[in-house]
């Protein structure tokens, strides 16, 4: 059984940044493409990165693009989310996904 647990969550004021990590078990992570979404009160779930199998490919949303980067380490099993230059907009439960499985989610909340 997979499972998928994130980590880093947590209150920034506007501007500022935060590094979610997603914790992988239970399946061959590496032969997986691995994704960052997120999912804001009253609104629908969105994809924000996606991150090959490999590493070698990356790609983002519209909205947080060069500002948001998706990276893995395939030794630990893991992947990350490092956000800078955060807007109140980024006010999200994210959630990373791989294979069948979805994590819990981590809140972020981009506040004064």
């Known amino acids: 059984q997979g499972q998928l647990v994130e980590s880093g969550g947590g209150l920034v004021q506007p501007g500022g940044s935060l590094t979610l990590s997603c914790a992988a078990s239970g399946f061959d992570f590496s032969t997986y493409y691995m994704y960052w979404h997120r999912q804001a009160p009253g609104k629908e779930r969105e994809l924000v990165a996606t991150?090959?199998?490999?590493?070698?490919?990356?790609t983002y949303a519209d909205s947080v693009k060069g500002r948001f980067t998706i990276s893995r380490d395939d030794a630990k099993n893991t992947i990350y989310l490092q956000m800078n230059s955060l807007k109140p907009e980024d006010t999200a439960v994210y959630y990373c996904?791989?294979?069948?499985?979805w994590g819990q989610g981590t809140q972020v909340t981009v506040s004064p």
């Open positions: 991150i090959s199998d490999d590493g070698g490919r990356t």
């Open positions: 996904k791989g294979s069948y499985y």
